[in-house]
């Protein structure tokens, strides 16, 4: 495979928020310097650990989200610090920071200042609101972005509080449009050598997930809600998350040219119980859901019989009869252990394992988010804290040792 | 005028529902030229669902399109017609990327599925985008976007303990996974430019939202054999952190304090009240121990104020906190989207005026632009005629054929 990215250099200043996006350059074969403080990261400190060992390279989120980079630390508040950001600058072609607005114009490290030293870099700015207006510089978090953003209010029960997602996806969001916009960036780049900012707001990525219900906002000024494991978006309100014998399991009973696909779950029905009571007489051709009404809908006793057929089933199962019966609407939802375990994903040799020597064991990873042909698109290790600083400040910068030395113990690397 | 970024780029997009349109459509925004294949006898999402203008249910009133097909040509051509395939080919010819979202045996039905098509265009980028990828024993079985959420396990990570788990009411992969395609377009575009070849991306809307969702948690079990308990709005490292009722219907406030710092910044924005002083709030430890009666002392105080009140009133001494945001206040209340001016006003005919979706990715040189949502068919003569030059007498054989059609009248 060859690498489309690996000419170009990206130095990642990255925090939480912005991790995936170094990780998505690095996957695609870019080489990336992740630079952290001396000591490392603060994410560094985020769990879940390897072995429960609260060790900063033990920190299974950093190693997950920090792929294919190399890693170097660095005191930037330093004036050494500056200095050799500024070399590291001449050398590089994109820039990652997820500093609040206006930290890096305090230290003189502005993209405005920095695109002197190089005017064909690309700098991308992942912040909470923007890097300017009114809220620019209010403080998030993932709960905060995921309310500020619109996901989380339609999220949950109705009787309850609004919930979240709960594995963090606002800087992810965030992070996948940065990488995005950089490569955008990249290609006019190749075209005019023009260097700019790329300028990503994590709550703006959050909205940007929503779809429909802005839309019932504008055009209908109604207000979409959260409904638990029911979805009303087309009049009706209906089932969208299920109970099974072992879990939860995702159906709807569909109208239109996809209900004929409804079929197979009442060939199923049939077969295991004898008979799928008033489903049967559903003719699933014909069936429009937008000339059914609320009332009948309720009454017609279909989600009551669907629901007592399918607690009675255990997830593996309905993941197996749906595939075989082409029910696409069905689908049982996965634990981390199903998911690992699942044909398709083994089939297309999906997971990567990767040795840390340090660790002593390898640890599996989501593989490649896409396949591609003939460019890379890889999962690499994650660095340890300042494992390569030897390989860039002597061999590349060309420090000598004593010079190198002078540094690490002035807390500057 | 502003340059675009992606000016010249030719875009062939066969896909729907979605995930290819966003895709096509960030490259479009961005200045990219797409034309998109439409048809009557197969008709998208993006026309066929509510809400519509007017209530009329009518493919050019249909407000989804405009989160989704801005700024590109839209090309009628009913490719079940035998007599479309040399079209097809002819734009494929055209384009420098192919974006299509076909079962790989309708594909090959057709003539252009990527082994036949890069005999004779080996230059051209193609992007297949599925929900399990165009391999495997699910490889080409149609799935539906919504419910990759069961395959990701999102519902057991989200929700109250007490309760069984919930969903994130949309398609939450069709929306979290395209901006990961639109990298790996550009990396091979980048390619080209440099070598001249083509290649194809097979795009799995589950490998490429694995890395979201359940992401870091798959490590922990495969290392840890921990699975993940849902906690409500809680986090193991941060005390309090939740979503509190505000005075209004349905308001709330999200709160959340990482530091010492942030808790002294939290106390003093309430106004330092007694209970705050108490030993068992103090650290994190005694919080996280003592956290259902932190939670009723603080909801105590938010729902006496609007979350809006609650939000500048914390920020202000520094405490990351926000409002539950609703579409109504996404649209019309919030200054900051305001100022970026994420909600663009275009209009169309049959629909009217209507607040497009921008991109949270601001490029400063070459800034994205929205062009309007085309109509149904809107461009099927202009693509024929300056793109493919066709004579009068072509396109109206291939328009009595059924091959080419053209848009609605107006309603």
Same mark, same amino acid.
């Given at each position: 495979?060859?690498?489309?990215?690996?000419?170009?250099?990206?130095?990642?200043?990255?925090?939480?928020?912005?991790?995936?996006?170094?990780?998505?350059?690095?996957?695609?074969?870019?080489?990336?310097?992740?630079?952290?403080?001396?000591?490392?990261?603060?994410?560094?400190?985020?769990?879940?650990?390897?072995?429960?060992?609260?060790?900063?390279?033990?920190?299974?989120?950093?190693?997950?989200?920090?792929?294919?980079?190399?890693?170097?630390?660095?005191?930037?508040?330093?004036?050494?610090?500056?200095?050799?950001?500024?070399?590291?600058?001449?050398?590089?072609?994109?820039?990652?920071?997820?500093?609040?607005?206006?930290?890096?114009?305090?230290?003189?490290?502005?993209?405005?200042?920095?695109?002197?030293?190089?005017?064909?870099?690309?700098?991308?700015?992942?912040?909470?609101?923007?890097?300017?207006?009114?809220?620019?510089?209010?403080?998030?978090?993932?709960?905060?972005?995921?309310?500020?953003?619109?996901?989380?209010?339609?999220?949950?029960?109705?009787?309850?509080?609004?919930?979240?997602?709960?594995?963090?996806?606002?800087?992810?969001?965030?992070?996948?449009?940065?990488?995005?916009?950089?490569?955008?960036?990249?290609?006019?780049?190749?075209?005019?050598?023009?260097?700019?900012?790329?300028?990503?707001?994590?709550?703006?990525?959050?909205?940007?997930?929503?779809?429909?219900?802005?839309?019932?906002?504008?055009?209908?000024?109604?207000?979409?809600?959260?409904?638990?494991?029911?979805?009303?978006?087309?009049?009706?309100?209906?089932?969208?998350?299920?109970?099974?014998?072992?879990?939860?399991?995702?159906?709807?009973?569909?109208?239109?040219?996809?209900?004929?696909?409804?079929?197979?779950?009442?060939?199923?029905?049939?077969?295991?119980?004898?008979?799928?009571?008033?489903?049967?007489?559903?003719?699933?051709?014909?069936?429009?859901?937008?000339?059914?009404?609320?009332?009948?809908?309720?009454?017609?006793?279909?989600?009551?019989?669907?629901?007592?057929?399918?607690?009675?089933?255990?997830?593996?199962?309905?993941?197996?009869?749906?595939?075989?019966?082409?029910?696409?609407?069905?689908?049982?939802?996965?634990?981390?252990?199903?998911?690992?375990?699942?044909?398709?994903?083994?089939?297309?040799?999906?997971?990567?394992?990767?040795?840390?020597?340090?660790?002593?064991?390898?640890?599996?990873?989501?593989?490649?988010?896409?396949?591609?042909?003939?460019?890379?698109?890889?999962?690499?290790?994650?660095?340890?804290?300042?494992?390569?600083?030897?390989?860039?400040?002597?061999?590349?910068?060309?420090?000598?040792?004593?010079?190198?030395?002078?540094?690490?113990?002035?807390?500057?690397? | 005028?502003?340059?675009?970024?992606?000016?010249?780029?030719?875009?062939?997009?066969?896909?729907?529902?979605?995930?290819?349109?966003?895709?096509?459509?960030?490259?479009?925004?961005?200045?990219?030229?797409?034309?998109?294949?439409?048809?009557?006898?197969?008709?998208?999402?993006?026309?066929?669902?509510?809400?519509?203008?007017?209530?009329?249910?009518?493919?050019?009133?249909?407000?989804?399109?405009?989160?989704?097909?801005?700024?590109?040509?839209?090309?009628?051509?009913?490719?079940?017609?035998?007599?479309?395939?040399?079209?097809?080919?002819?734009?494929?010819?055209?384009?420098?990327?192919?974006?299509?979202?076909?079962?790989?045996?309708?594909?090959?039905?057709?003539?252009?599925?990527?082994?036949?098509?890069?005999?004779?265009?080996?230059?051209?980028?193609?992007?297949?985008?599925?929900?399990?990828?165009?391999?495997?024993?699910?490889?080409?079985?149609?799935?539906?976007?919504?419910?990759?959420?069961?395959?990701?396990?999102?519902?057991?990570?989200?929700?109250?303990?007490?309760?069984?788990?919930?969903?994130?009411?949309?398609?939450?992969?069709?929306?979290?996974?395209?901006?990961?395609?639109?990298?790996?377009?550009?990396?091979?575009?980048?390619?080209?430019?440099?070598?001249?070849?083509?290649?194809?991306?097979?795009?799995?809307?589950?490998?490429?939202?694995?890395?979201?969702?359940?992401?870091?948690? @798959?490590?922990?079990?495969?290392?840890?054999? =921990?699975?993940?308990? /849902?906690? $409500?709005? !809680?986090?193991? +490292?941060? *005390?309090?952190?939740?979503?509190?009722?505000?005075?209004?219907?349905?308001?709330?406030?999200?709160?959340?304090?990482?530091?010492?710092?942030?808790?002294?910044?939290?106390?003093?924005?309430?106004?330092?009240?007694?209970?705050?002083?108490?030993?068992?709030?103090?650290?994190?430890?005694?919080?996280?121990?003592?956290?259902?009666?932190?939670?009723?002392?603080?909801?105590?105080?938010?729902?006496?104020?609007?979350?809006?009140?609650?939000?500048?009133?914390?920020?202000?001494?520094?405490?990351?906190?926000?409002?539950?945001?609703?579409?109504?206040?996404?649209?019309?209340?919030?200054?900051?989207?305001?100022?970026?001016?994420?909600?663009?006003?275009?209009?169309?005919?049959?629909?009217?005026?209507?607040?497009?979706?921008?991109?949270?990715?601001? @490029?400063?040189?070459?800034?994205?632009?929205? =062009?309007?949502?085309? /109509?149904? $068919?809107? !461009?099927?003569? +202009?693509? *024929?005629?300056?793109?493919?030059?066709?004579?009068?007498?072509?396109?109206?054989?291939?328009?009595?054929?059924?091959?080419?059609?053209?848009?609605?009248?107006?309603?």
């Amino acid at each position: 495979m060859e690498s489309s990215l690996s000419e170009y250099r990206v130095l990642d200043l990255t925090d939480e928020k912005g991790y995936f996006c170094g990780k998505i350059l690095g996957d695609l074969g870019a080489d990336v310097i992740k630079i952290e403080r001396p000591g490392g990261d603060l994410g560094r400190r985020i769990g879940p650990f390897y072995k429960n060992e609260c060790h900063p390279e033990k920190n299974l989120f950093w190693l997950t989200y920090n792929t294919s980079k190399r890693g170097i630390t660095l005191n930037i508040e330093t004036a050494d610090g500056k200095a050799i950001f500024s070399e590291l600058l001449r050398r590089s072609d994109f820039v990652i920071e997820s500093f609040p607005p206006g930290y890096l114009s305090r230290l003189g490290l502005s993209y405005e200042e920095m695109r002197r030293i190089n005017s064909r870099l690309i700098w991308v700015s992942i912040s909470p609101f923007g890097q300017e207006g009114p809220y620019s510089s209010f403080k998030t978090s993932d709960l905060v972005s995921m309310a500020m953003g619109g996901l989380l209010y339609i999220t949950g029960y109705p009787e309850r509080p609004p919930v979240r997602i709960g594995v963090p996806q606002s800087y992810l969001l965030a992070a996948s449009h940065g990488a995005a916009g950089a490569l955008i960036a990249h290609y006019y780049r190749g075209k005019s050598g023009v260097g700019q900012q790329v300028d990503v707001s994590i709550q703006e990525a959050v909205t940007r997930a929503l779809f429909l219900e802005p839309l019932f906002w504008d055009i209908e000024k109604f207000v979409i809600r959260r409904d638990g494991h029911y979805i009303k978006r087309y009049k009706l309100r209906q089932r969208e998350l299920w109970e099974c014998k072992d879990g939860l399991v995702f159906f709807r009973i569909f109208g239109g040219p996809t209900a004929r696909r409804n079929k197979g779950l009442v060939e199923w029905m049939k077969e295991e119980e004898g008979n799928a009571g008033v489903l049967e007489s559903v003719n699933w051709d014909s069936l429009n859901l937008s000339g059914v009404s609320q009332e009948e809908y309720d009454n017609s006793g279909w989600e009551e019989e669907i629901g007592k057929f399918l607690k009675k089933q255990t997830g593996e199962k309905i993941k197996i009869e749906a595939m075989k019966r082409n029910i696409i609407a069905l689908f049982p939802c996965h634990t981390c252990q199903e998911i690992l375990k699942d044909e398709q994903l083994a089939q297309r040799n999906y997971w990567v394992d990767i040795e840390y020597p340090y660790l002593g064991a390898a640890i599996r990873y989501p593989g490649a988010f896409c396949k591609m042909d003939l460019t890379l698109c890889r999962i690499g290790p994650a660095p340890k804290i300042g494992e390569h600083n030897r390989e860039i400040y002597i061999q590349e910068l060309g420090m000598s040792d004593t010079e190198y030395n002078t540094l690490v113990q002035g807390g500057i690397v | 005028m502003m340059k675009t970024a992606l000016e010249g780029v030719k875009v062939l997009d066969l896909s729907w529902s979605l995930t290819g349109l966003l895709i096509s459509k960030y490259l479009a925004d961005h200045g990219a030229e797409v034309v998109w294949i439409e048809s009557r006898a197969h008709p998208d999402v993006t026309r066929t669902n509510p809400p519509y203008r007017d209530g009329k249910a009518h493919p050019d009133h249909c407000a989804f399109a405009s989160t989704a097909l801005t700024s590109r040509f839209s090309f009628g051509l009913n490719m079940t017609k035998p007599g479309a395939r040399e079209t097809s080919e002819r734009l494929i010819q055209w384009a420098d990327i192919f974006v299509q979202s076909l079962r790989s045996g309708v594909l090959k039905e057709w003539g252009i599925a990527y082994e036949q098509i890069s005999q004779w265009k080996p230059e051209l980028i193609m992007l297949s985008i599925s929900i399990y990828g165009q391999t495997g024993p699910r490889g080409g079985v149609a799935g539906w976007g919504y419910h990759t959420q069961g395959f990701q396990g999102l519902p057991y990570f989200t929700g109250d303990r007490d309760l069984p788990g919930v969903s994130v009411p949309l398609a939450f992969s069709d929306v979290s996974t395209p901006w990961l395609a639109v990298s790996a377009l550009m990396a091979a575009l980048d390619y080209r430019r440099k070598t001249g070849k083509g290649q194809h991306i097979d795009f799995s809307q589950i490998e490429a939202g694995l890395h979201f969702i359940p992401g870091h948690h @798959l490590l922990d079990f495969s290392l840890n054999e =921990r699975e993940y308990e /849902r906690k $409500g709005n !809680h986090c193991d +490292y941060a *005390c309090p952190h939740a979503v509190y009722p505000c005075r209004g219907d349905d308001r709330w406030c999200a709160i959340t304090i990482f530091s010492d710092q942030e808790w002294e910044a939290l106390c003093h924005g309430m106004g330092d009240p007694n209970w705050t002083k108490e030993e068992k709030f103090s650290t994190l430890r005694e919080r996280k121990a003592h956290e259902e009666e932190l939670d009723s002392h603080i909801g105590e105080w938010t729902r006496k104020f609007p979350p809006e009140e609650v939000m500048h009133l914390l920020q202000a001494s520094g405490v990351p906190c926000g409002v539950v945001q609703n579409c109504a206040d996404l649209m019309d209340n919030d200054p900051q989207l305001g100022y970026r001016q994420y909600w663009r006003k275009l209009s169309r005919p049959g629909l009217g005026e209507c607040a497009h979706p921008a991109w949270p990715v601001r @490029l400063s040189q070459t800034p994205y632009k929205l =062009r309007p949502t085309p /109509r149904f $068919g809107e !461009h099927t003569e +202009y693509i *024929c005629k300056e793109y493919l030059n066709m004579s009068e007498q072509e396109i109206n054989s291939l328009k009595e054929e059924g091959v080419l059609e053209f848009g609605y009248e107006p309603s």
